[in-house]
């Protein structure tokens, strides 16, 4: 994936909210029955909740995160949860910083 790819998955604000949220995911979400929301991230159903979305919309949008790399999805139960790859979010700080 470019910088380029990057920046378009970036470029949707629904994204960005959805980035934003899972970087401070107990401020944002309501506690889950499974799975920690810092430790497996949060269930893609309460994302779409917030977000006021369908399951369908949320999928498209997950898929277009990781596909960048800057979310990382874990199966619990029949639960997708998401987080940030932090790591990933600085190397991108970090390219835009050279422009």
Known sequence: MTDADLFR???NERRLQILAW???PRAHFR???DGD???DGVC???IAEKLG???STLS???RVLQGSDLVTAKRI???TFYRRNDERLRALAAVVGTI
Request: proline content about 4%; charged content about 20%.
């Open 9 to 11: 998955a970036l470029g």
């Open 22 to 24: 899972l970087k401070d």
């Open 31 to 33: 506690p889950q029955v």
């Open 37 to 39: 929301l810092v430790e």
């Open 44 to 46: 893609g159903q309460l």
């Open 53 to 55: 979305i369908n399951a």
């Open 60 to 62: 498209e949008h997950m």
């Open 77 to 79: 139960k029949q639960w």
